[in-house]
């Protein structure tokens, strides 16, 4: 998987969970860039990336999560991929 696809992917989950249907992801987005974007919300957005993705992520890795950079790596990762 290319970071473009994960890219694309993550895109439409966060499109989802926040409901925000013109939400561009750039690398430093993060929670205080999104409306909404609060404790409860971010484990909604864990769940639906593992879903999407087909991984688990650990408590420990979760904590990590402050950019959608962050998100991408740790996918990237759990996927067992460089990137690209």
């Known amino acids: 998987?290319?970071?473009e696809e994960i890219y694309a992917g993550l895109a439409?989950?966060?499109r989802e969970v926040f409901g925000a249907e013109t939400l561009a992801l750039t690398p430093g987005l993060s929670a205080?860039?999104?409306e909404g974007w609060d404790s409860i919300t971010h484990i909604d957005l864990v769940v639906a990336i593992e879903?999407?993705?087909g991984l688990r992520m650990r408590s420990r890795e979760i904590?990590?999560?402050?950019t959608v950079d962050?998100?991408?790596r740790l996918i990237e990762t759990k996927a067992g991929q460089q990137v690209t």
């Open 70 to 72: 962050d998100i991408v």
């Open 51 to 53: 879903r999407r993705f």
């Open 1 to 3: 998987m290319h970071r």
């Open 32 to 34: 205080r860039d999104v």
């Open 12 to 14: 439409a989950v966060f």
């Open 63 to 66: 904590e990590q999560l402050a």
